[in-house]
């Protein structure tokens, strides 16, 4: 019965490198959304995403930032040429299709903190 | 819009204090409302949620009530420990796909 799922738990990068973070929803849910805490603010909207679709991308820089949820396998979210301003705590949320409301109360994972060095 | 509003912090309590934790909101429609907590280097966890209006939530004896004529949803406990030090969010979610989420207090709880 696990939940949404992320990994890794921490990463480090050097400027310039490229971010990688994973995101493995509950079983069976076929939406994911990724949000970002930026250090002592509250977390923000970044990008909607269902089986190999974007559906909004309204809350991600358009630059350098990118984000995959392939038919198989976890949901990515990528950021290359990281800077010290992309250091801050990303979220993935899931949730499930359904057939009678159009959206349902998602869940959480427990974050990936980026650290740019 | 949707939008949340939360007391600042940080809020420095000492053990067995009354905490009350402030949170209004902005909405169309009929949000439910939640509250996280993120505790010192850990991610996000739900604290508790009221789906509609006059709900109370509750949970590890942190209450709070939806109420739609002042737009509030504050949290509250009766006897905060040590252990409750934490960051405490806010949240509305409006019955799409975007959670509108504070700006978090801090709480301080001190022995």
């Known amino acids: 019965n696990a939940g949404v799922m992320q990994n890794p738990r921490h990463l480090v990068r050097r400027r310039g490198q490229e971010a990688r973070l994973r995101c493995s929803p509950v079983?069976?849910?076929?939406?994911v959304y990724w949000y970002r805490q930026l250090p002592e603010e509250g977390l923000k909207f970044m990008v909607y995403?269902?089986?190999?679709?974007?559906?909004?991308e309204s809350g991600m820089p358009k630059e350098r930032f990118s984000a995959e949820f392939p038919k198989e396998g976890p949901s990515i979210l990528r950021i290359q040429q990281v800077v010290r301003g992309d250091s801050a705590a990303y979220f993935c949320?899931?949730?499930?299709?359904?057939?009678?409301?159009?959206?349902?109360?998602?869940?959480f994972g427990q974050g990936t903190r980026l650290t740019v060095v | 819009g949707n939008s949340v509003t939360q007391m600042e912090g940080p809020v420095t309590l000492s053990e067995e204090a009354f905490l009350t934790i402030n949170c209004t909101y902005t909405a169309t429609g009929y949000p439910s409302l939640f509250w996280y907590v993120q505790y010192p280097g850990e991610g996000l966890q739900l604290l508790l949620k009221a789906t509609k209006a006059d709900d109370k939530g509750s949970n590890k004896g942190f209450e709070a009530t939806y109420r739609k004529e002042t737009t509030s949803f504050h949290l509250e406990k009766g006897s905060v420990q040590v252990s409750d030090s934490a960051v405490y969010f806010c949240a509305l979610w409006p019955g799409t796909y975007k959670y509108i989420f504070g700006t978090g207090t801090r709480l301080k709880v001190l022995a």
């Open positions: 949320a899931s949730s499930p299709q359904t057939s009678g409301q159009l959206y349902t109360e998602a869940f």
């Open positions: 079983k069976g849910h076929s939406h």
């Open positions: 995403l269902q089986k190999e679709n974007i559906i909004d």
